[in-house]
């Protein structure tokens, strides 16, 4: 028999395909060739495989015709990561490994010259491919041993050297290699998410109510937040604050986002399994594919698939580049990004809270009273600065708050509660698991998430409630978009209000009302939020 197979993953986005690499050893026309559309840094693989494995001491069958074929045929293949399941079929199909059990094992790693294994990116998410297909144990790069584990149920061998790999294979003992680096340098981005996040305590922040309680909602619904309000008003202290009332991640959300960062490059094996929900604030220079994601080759995750499951902050939003303003509409809409490649769009999830902040003017000093105006732009650039946030981003935003600088003696004003996260985070956990009761036979856990035809057929508004909405649109007030907005929040405003255990009823005309404050930017009332604090 003069072919064996051995498996790997192919990686489109997070998304892992099982690939069986074929590879058939036999007399005839001297030469490798690859077959199963491989990108050019895959063809390159035969000649790393036919070195590493002369410089491991082995022998390539240099006489013969070999030809290894990728499939499933139709999928484009990308990466180095198929070196060491295309040398491992290339030994046994030339009989110098055995094949029994070959198949069972998915083999992660790319091959230098001199024949060591080194660190890839996406080990986790190929892992996890390679595990929802059935198989079992899988070979990676020893740096990577900790993160393949993270996938439960498999076994993991991590090696240095294909030298290593080998001897595993034939079951002789295994040979000393030295031992490689893990990534690192440019390949191993920094990821400066979570960082100073522990001590910020929604505690500190004061005379804010009403954007507290605007807070609590949005966290609490996975809503997308934009604070406006002249430079002072402590907008980056509130958004800073928002991971800090979200529960841990799930089991499921917390894998995800592991696997995004093993994607990006950007995990650190130290660190292991990412379980608090993450945190960025990019700058506004920020490029398209640092923050949506890009690059050449394998596709990197950007900013805001780092933040799935947590919060993504855009300060001075309207100062972004306008290629970035309008590539959110689409996460801002369903949760994911789709990246063009020559070839085929990549999709990655990005599900997180997007809180945008803006100030009244390019100068931030803008205020509405004339006698505390110090604004120096012109009015045409004041309406050009809010331009940019008007119309398909501010429609997909589900609530609006206006901040002002904290007036002197606002620790004393009496609607005040000065509640720490924790005790908020409480009753956002409570509401969430409310709402996971709620969705529990469905795809999306938050009312963020829940799509239109669901709310309207499922959980349809009451008459009275319903009436309100329609009475917005009628008057201009709100876009269709904008009602289905207000239908989501007002679940969430029931949600936070609901006893436990109280019935999962329609929200009711009261919450509506407050949905549509929260959408509108208008002010609270003050019975809405000393229902809160009570
Ligand atoms: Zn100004």
Known sequence: ?????????????????????????????????????????????????????????????????????????????????FDLAIAVSVLAADDKLPRAGLAATAFIGELTLAGQLRPVTGVLPM???????????????????????????????????????VAELRGDPVPDAAPVAALSGSRLLSWRGEERMEALDLADLRGIEDAKYAVEVAAAGGHHLMLSGPKGSGKTS??????????????????????????????????GLMVDPPYAAPHHDASKSALIGG??????????????????????????????????????????????????????????????ACNPCPCGEYRVLARENRCTCSEVRRRDYRARVAGPVEDRIDVV????????????????????????????????????????????????????????????LGPEASRLVEDAVYAGRLTRRGAVRVHRLALTVADLAAAPGADDGPPGADDVAVALRLRSGQPLLVETLSRRAG
């Open 1 to 81: 028999m003069p072919f064996a197979t051995a498996r790997t993953v192919s990686l489109h986005g997070a998304v892992g395909h099982l690939i069986d690499v074929q590879a058939d050893v036999s007399p005839g026309l001297v030469g490798t060739t690859l077959v199963g559309r491989p990108d050019a840094s895959l063809n390159e693989a035969r000649d790393r495989c036919r070195m590493a494995v002369i410089n491991s001491e082995l022998p390539w069958p240099s006489t013969k015709r070999i030809t290894v074929l990728l499939s499933p045929a139709d999928l484009h293949k990308r990466g180095t990561h």
């Open 127 to 165: 892992v996890l491919a390679a595990a929802e297909r059935g198989v079992r144990r899988v070979v990676v790069p020893e740096p990577q041993a900790r993160e393949a584990a993270m996938v439960p149920g498999m076994s993991v061998l991590g090696l240095r050297s294909l030298a290593q790999v």
């Open 238 to 271: 509130i958004a800073e604050r928002i991971p800090s009332l979200l529960p841990p991640l799930s089991a499921s959300e917390s894998l995800e986002l592991t696997a995004i960062h093993s994607l990006a490059g950007t995990l650190d094996p130290a660190t």
């Open 295 to 356: 690059g050449s080759g394998q596709v990197r995750p950007g900013e805001i698939s780092r933040c799935h499951g947590g919060v993504l902050f855009l300060d001075e939003f309207p100062l972004f580049r306008s290629d970035v303003i309008d590539a959110l509409r689409q996460p801002l809409e369903t949760g994911e990004v789709s990246i063009a490649r020559r070839e085929e769009m990549v999709r990655l999830p990005a599900r997180c809270m997007i809180v945008l």
């Open 401 to 460: 708050r206006h901040v002002e600088p904290a007036r002197l003696g606002a620790e004393r004003d009496p609607m005040a509660v000065h509640e720490s996260s924790a005790t908020v985070r409480g009753r956002v956990t409570t509401a969430r698991e409310r709402q996971g009761r709620r969705y529990a036979a469905d795809l999306w856990r938050l009312n963020a998430h829940a799509p239109a035809t669901a709310l309207n057929e499922r959980w349809p």
